[in-house]
């Protein structure tokens, strides 16, 4: 069973960069898996950011296309989400999860609250 | 695609039924999954390709539909199952839809 750990910063100033690291347990990143991150603002609706497959291939949701950048690493088993020049629209629960083949979410973490804040 | 779930709130009480809307603005076959999420936790898949239960879901819960519409049926409400309930769906891109609130009359 596929388990996933996300973790970074919890307070990110204006304008900089939300970086943020997905760790993957009980199964391998070069597995048949997309992996993905998901954000939900508090109290809102959840938003799709990107996606990432063990060969580097990557989708990412046009309206954040132009600030975000997904990553892999291999030899420690993670992935990773960089989004830059942040706002406090930006602020929201980030979530890492995994996209099956049937296109779907069938595994997620626990989820990290980022606050973008002076 | 835009993903749009109705009724916003769904105010029932414990061993109703519960029918939760997901209209697409095109077809997207039968690539669609639901997802419930309670307070303070990550969403949960419930069922993919439309009307297929993920692995452990109670069969009180079942889907349907293709191309536009869906529906998640929710057969005689537990107390368990109050939370908010999200459709989504991978075409071109991924989105989910904006999600209903399945409260306690």
């Known amino acids: 069973q596929v388990q996933l750990q996300e973790s970074g910063p919890g307070l990110v100033r204006p304008s900089g960069t939300l970086s943020l690291t997905c760790a993957v347990s009980g199964g391998s990143i070069s597995s048949s898996y997309w992996w993905t991150w998901v954000r939900q603002p508090p109290g809102k609706g959840l938003e799709w950011i990107g996606e990432i497959f063990h060969s580097g291939n990557t989708n990412y949701n046009p309206s954040l296309k132009s600030r975000v950048s997904i990553s892999v690493d291999k030899s420690k088993n993670q992935f990773s989400l960089n989004l830059s020049s942040v706002t406090a629209a930006d602020t929201a629960v980030y979530y890492c999860?995994?996209?099956?083949?049937?296109?779907?979410?069938?595994?997620w973490g626990q989820g990290t609250l980022v606050t973008v804040s002076s | 695609i835009v993903l749009t779930q109705s009724p916003g709130t769904l105010s029932l009480s414990p061993g109703e039924r519960a029918t939760l809307s997901c209209r697409a603005s095109q077809s997207v076959s039968n690539y669609l999954g639901w997802y419930q999420q309670k307070p303070g936790q990550a969403p949960r898949l419930l069922i993919y390709?439309?009307?297929s239960r993920a692995t452990g879901i109670p069969d009180r819960f079942s889907g349907s539909g293709s191309g536009t519409d869906f529906t998640l049926t929710i057969s005689r409400l537990e107390p368990e199952d109050f939370a908010v309930y999200y459709c989504?769906?991978?075409?071109?891109?991924?989105?989910f839809g904006g999600g209903t609130k399945v409260e306690i009359k």
């Open positions: 989504q769906q991978y075409g071109r891109s991924l989105t």
């Open positions: 390709f439309a009307s």
């Open positions: 999860a995994t996209i099956s083949g049937q296109l779907v979410l069938d595994h």
